[in-house]
Every structure is written in C-alpha cells, then in structure tokens.
C-alpha cells in the first residue's frame, strides 16, 4: 500500500527537519533564553509563521487540491496548469498587496499581536523591525504551498517536505552569525534572525519552483482574473484555511495573551516547538499524504477506499501520537532541561517551560486527530463544517485562555498554564465535533482492526508512563544541575530508551503492530 510509503517519506524528511530544528532551538536558547530578544523574535517569527502553517502546511491546499485533482483527472494536464496558474496569479497578487500594508501598518498591527509589549518601548520597537523584516516569508511561503499541492497531487512528496530542512538550516546559521559577530542576547542578534528568516523563505521557493521544473510542470505568472475556477477556489479556500489553521490560531491567540506576562511568549514557544516535533511528524505527514489519496479514492467512486485509508491513517498516527503525548506529560522536566537549560535560559524557565509543555502534551491527540478527519471532508469539497467547528473551538480557546490566564494569575500560579489548558481543550472539543458529524453523515466509521488498535496502543502507552516514571525517579541524580551536559545526555537517552523498548514490547506483544504487517505494508504498492 503507497499510502504507508508517503507516510515515512513525510515522516521522515518531518523528522530530518525536527531534529535540525532542535539544534536550532537549543543554540537559540542558549544564546538569548527567554528575554526580551527572544520574546520579541517569538512575536516577529509567529506571525510569518502562521501563514506558512496555513499554507504550507495543508490548510491552503485543503482547497487547491481536490480542485487541481479535479481537473488533471477530467480535463487532463493542460487544464490542471491552466488553474494552477490562475491560482498563483491571485495569490500572489493578494498577498503582496498584504505584505506591503503590513509592513508599513506595523507600528499599529503590533498592539494587535503582543499587546502587553507596549509597557516596554524597547521591546515593543525591536518586535515591529523584525516582524517588518520576517513578513515577506509569508509570501515566498505561500507560494510554496500552491507549488507544493501540485506536486502531492501527482505523488510527490520530497521537495514539499523538504522546506523546513532548509529553514531551520538557515536560521541555525543566522544564529552562528550571531554568536561570530557577538551579537547573542542582543538586540542585533534578533535582526539577523529576522533576516535568516526572509532569506529561508526565498531558498524554500527556489527548492519548489526547482521541483516543478524536474518534474516536467513549470508555471507561468500570468494576469489575476476571476475566472469560475478561481471563485470556487475562494469559496472553499477561505474556509479551508480557517479551519485547517485552527491550531495555529490558537497558538497565535496564546501568543498575544501571553505577551502581558514577561518571558511567557518565549516559554510558549519553546513549549510549543517540542510537543510539535510529533505534530509535524505524524499529523502533517498523515494531513498532506491523506488528502489526496481520499480525493483519488471518491473521485473514481471507492467510498469504502475511502474509509479504508482513514482508518489506517488513524491507526497509523495513534500508534506514534498517544505514546509521544505520553511521554512529553510525564518527563517534561527533564526533557525542557536537557534540551534547552543553559547560558541565557535559567532552571526557573525550565520549570515554566516543562509546566506548559506537560498540559500541551495533554491535547496533542486531538490535534492529530484533526489532521486525520479534516480530509475526509476537503475532499468531498467541505470547508464550510471543519470552518464552523473551527470558529467554535477557536472562540473557546480564546474565552478559556482570557479566563485562565488571568484566574491563574490571582491565585499566585503560573499565568500562561492557563493559556495550554484552552488550548488542549480547544482541540478537543473541534476533534470531537468533526468526528462526531462525519460518523452520522456515514463518511466514517471504525473498523475492527482499528477498535482492537485502539485498546492495545492505550494499554502500551500507559505500559510506557509508568516505565518512564520510575525510570526517572531511579535516574534522578543523572539530571542534578551540578552534573555534566554529558550525563545530562545520557540520562535523557537512557529514558527514551526504556520507553521505547517497553513500548515497543507492549505493542508487540498486544497485537497493536505485527512486524509482517509492517513488512507486507511496505512491500506494497
């Protein structure tokens, strides 16, 4: 079955792209903690990067695809480059006009962003010249996203999957720069990673446009029109973006909450790149391969197909997410530690990092889930339901956090807990309500396998919680801050260790994973 196949390439470059954006995230803290230059670069960044996970990311091409597969499949491949033209044409048409405004609405968009910035006026102004700075890459990235669903639309999947390697490369870069000119914990230093973020998003375009062009698919910028092509584009697009985005939003709003308490928009951001790295892997991976196979398989009548897939692509990402949600809740401290405590980030941003990380850790199934089920309705053509689901966890995550945020703060804890409390929650309740809809439409049921899966994966990852609890009171010296980095390493790595094996054993031993299902499902296709 290819479907398994796309799964490890996305998953794999994912992970090549992660485990480069931790030796990022690790020099960056290192180099500027959770200060007012991180706090602002977190700002300057999020903002650009909503949009490349809007776009790049699924949600754009929610839209694009089943409509670019539409079209190759009916009118064949001169038809299909004709609407990907028009596309690029409006897109990028829209969207330098928005860049431009942007830039230079800034001063005034930035008591929208971080509001809380505006009680230190240096901050407040380093936030507004780096995100002036970084707020072209939602162009270039943009752009990647239309070029990217062409090429998942013919099965392509390695350039699209390949951007993030080339960020995190080029902003662990800028961070070198920074540290050879002395420029770390400073305000220069957060201008030179605002550059390496624009300079990535003209090399990630450069990467697609390279991609089409050996794949025999180049695309011309041609005059915008609104051809009917175009307007059905924009009548699911703008849904599709909204609900495929719902995640990010969240975040964003988070962001904007937190920027009234000091270091806690830093301490968001670190939270949120690591309970990401099985985000990106599993639920990214499944968003960007499953669309497409689901748009295929109804396009030639195999509704049964259809569910087949999504039953697998929910095997296939609960036998990675629930462990990984797992471990992040129980060992959160010492991965937080281990990763990121050192030079400008203290044990104090440690313990609010991990605190933020083990209640974000608590939602992470609900947001895979959500790239699982989301398919099943962009390729009917459907953004309006995940749309209004979208707008409902949205507004609950922004009345919760509000709420949270400032409860949290009058009792003495730790105010921006309440902020991944709503968020966890948020994703909960849009999971449930798209999961809930396309059961009583009939576009989704559980098949047996995927019941007996579901038992055994939780039994294995609460086999795994308890491993890894007792194997770190047992390895608690190990992670003593007078001890070296070196052992610190090796008792991070002894704990991945024992979880792995304990739930790899438990998963064997269950049922949940066969290894000649595995073989015979790489063999296929």
């Known amino acids: 079955m290819k479907l398994y196949r796309a799964f490890a390439t996305v998953g794999g470059l994912t992970l090549a792209s992660r485990v480069l954006g931790f030796l990022r995230d690790i020099a960056f803290a290192w180099g500027f903690g959770a200060g007012m230059v991180a706090d602002a670069f977190a700002v300057a960044f999020r903002f650009p990067n909503l949009f490349r996970r809007l776009f790049g990311e699924g949600a754009f091409n929610s839209a694009f695809i089943p409509l670019f597969a539409k079209e190759l499949e009916g009118n064949g491949r ?56 970084t707020f072209p890459y939602l162009l270039c990235m943009s752009l990647v996203a239309l070029f990217s669903g062409v090429l998942n639309t013919f099965g392509k999947f390695v350039e699209s999957s390949a951007v993030s390697i080339v960020l ?27 550059i390496a973020v624009f300079v990535a998003g003209v090399l990630q375009l450069w990467l697609l446009i390279d991609g089409l062009r050996r794949n025999n698919f180049s695309l011309k910028l041609r005059r915008p029109r609104m051809t009917p092509g175009m307007r ?51 639920g990214i991976a499944v968003g960007v391969v499953l669309l497409p196979d689901v748009a295929r398989q109804l396009r030639a009548g195999n509704e049964t197909g259809a569910v087949e897939s999504q039953n697998r692509a929910l095997e296939f990402a609960m036998l ?33 990092t991990s605190a933020v990380l083990a209640v974000f850790a608590l939602g992470l199934p609900a947001f895979v889930l959500i790239k699982v ?82 038992a055994k994966i939780a039994f294995a990852s609460a086999a795994m919680g308890v491993a890894l609890f007792v194997a770190a009171e047992f390895l608690a010296d190990w992670f003593g801050r007078d001890r070296s980095f070196l052992t610190h390493m090796g008792g991070l790595a002894s704990l991945i260790a024992a979880g792995f094996a304990v739930y790899a054993l438990a998963v064997l031993a269950t049922g949940a994973l066969r290894i000649g299902q595995l073989r015979k499902a790489l063999r296929r296709g």
């Open 232 to 282: 059905r584009l924009v009548t699911l697009g703008i849904p599709g973006v909204i609900a495929g985005g719902v995640t990010q939003l969240n975040i964003m709003i988070g962001t904007i909450i937190a920027s009234m308490q000091p270091g806690a928009v830093s301490q968001l951001f670190y939270a949120d790149r690591l309970y990401e790295l099985p985000l990106a892997i599993v």
């Open 320 to 352: 990675l997410t629930v462990p990984a949600a797992v471990a992040l809740a129980v060992v959160p401290g010492e991965i937080v530690q281990v990763l990121f405590e050192r030079g400008a980030f203290t044990a104090s941003d440690t313990a609010n």
């Open 373 to 454: 089920l989301s398919p099943a309705y962009f390729a009917r053509e459907d953004t309006k339901t995940p749309m209004r689901y979208a707008v409902i966890s949205l507004t609950a995550n922004t009345l919760g956090s509000i709420a949270l945020f400032f409860w949290f703060r009058s009792l003495g804890w730790l105010p921006h807990l309440g902020i991944a409390v709503a968020t966890a929650i948020g994703g909960w309740l849009n999971a449930a309500l798209l999961w809930v809809t396309l059961i009583k439409r009939g576009h989704f049921m559980l098949d047996r396998p995927m019941i007996l899966s579901i």
């Open 78 to 133: 001169d038809a299909a480059r004709s609407f990907a033209e028009e596309a690029l044409a409006g897109l990028a048409a829209v969207l330098v006009a928005l860049t431009i405004v942007a830039i230079v609405a800034m001063p005034w968009l930035m008591y929208l962003l971080a509001p809380g910035f505006s009680a230190t006026p240096e901050k407040f102004d380093l936030a507004v010249l780096m995100t002036q700075i």
């Open 168 to 194: 995190n490369g080029t902003l662990l870069a800028g961070i070198l720069v920074s540290y050879w000119l002395g420029y770390l914990d400073s305000p220069e230093g957060g201008i030179v990673q605002a």
